[in-house]
Antibody, heavy 123, light 105 residues
């Protein structure tokens, strides 16, 4: 069974860098596409960005200049880095894996999700 | 932009629920539905508008194409009282609707 565990600091100061790690068990990082989603209090879910199984990434246009997604397959970890954070980045952050059925996968639907980590941006 | 209606749906167990999702531009059938209970991550229910994801009970069904989509839950079970989100994958960035809360009447 695939399991994802997001970890990182729960509190980040404005203008600093947010770094989150998603540890994956029960599945191969290199074979699938992975994404980060966030949910601000009282707001809808927002798709931050994706890391595709070919190694390329795609970011929400509003976050392209500040965000990086990387993978360390030896540690079975995926990471999200967001620089110059503001209060608007306060949210629950989820890592998630694409949906697969049989031999087909859809990198734009999300099947396995981590439990979510609340990150608050505040001084 | 995805809009969902109603914002809240109050029903009793055993009743059927009909949830709507409308896209501001055509997304063909590239639409999914997720369910989220408090404190939990969303769970994929329906993808490509009408296909049930693995392990999802048959009481969940999706329909629609273009701009108007519907999620139907036939015979609400206690665990179905939750928030439901739609998500489109036709345009980048992929987006979610604001959600419909199904609560117990």
């Amino acid at each position: 069974q695939v399991q994802l565990q997001a970890s990182g600091p729960g509190l980040v100061k404005p203008s600093e860098t947010l770094s989150l790690t998603c540890t994956v068990s029960g599945g191969s990082l290199g074979l699938h596409s992975w994404s980060w989603i966030r949910q601000s209090p009282g707001k809808a879910l927002e798709w931050i960005g994706s890391l595709y199984n070919g190694g390329s990434t795609n970011f929400h246009p509003s976050l392209t200049s500040r965000g990086t997604i990387s993978v360390d397959t030896s540690k079975t970890q995926m990471s999200l880095t967001l620089t110059s954070v503001t209060a608007a980045d306060t949210a629950i952050y989820y890592c998630a894996r694409e949906y697969c059925s049989g031999n087909s996968c859809w990198n734009s639907y999300l099947e396995y999700w981590g439990q979510g980590i609340l990150v608050t941006v505040s001084s | 932009v995805l809009t969902q209606s109603p914002a809240t749906l109050s029903l009793s167990p055993g009743e059927s629920a009909t949830l709507s999702c409308r896209a501001s531009q055509r997304v063909t059938n590239y639409l999914a539905w997720y369910k989220q209970t408090p404190g939990q991550a969303p769970r994929l229910l329906i993808y490509d508008a009408s296909k049930r994801a693995t392990g999802i009970p048959a009481r969940f069904s999706g329909s629609g194409s273009g701009t108007d989509f519907t999620l139907t839950i036939s015979g609400l079970e206690p665990e179905d009282f939750a928030v439901y989100f739609c998500q489109q994958r036709y345009y980048w960035p992929f987006t979610f609707g604001p959600g419909t809360k199904v609560d117990i009447k």
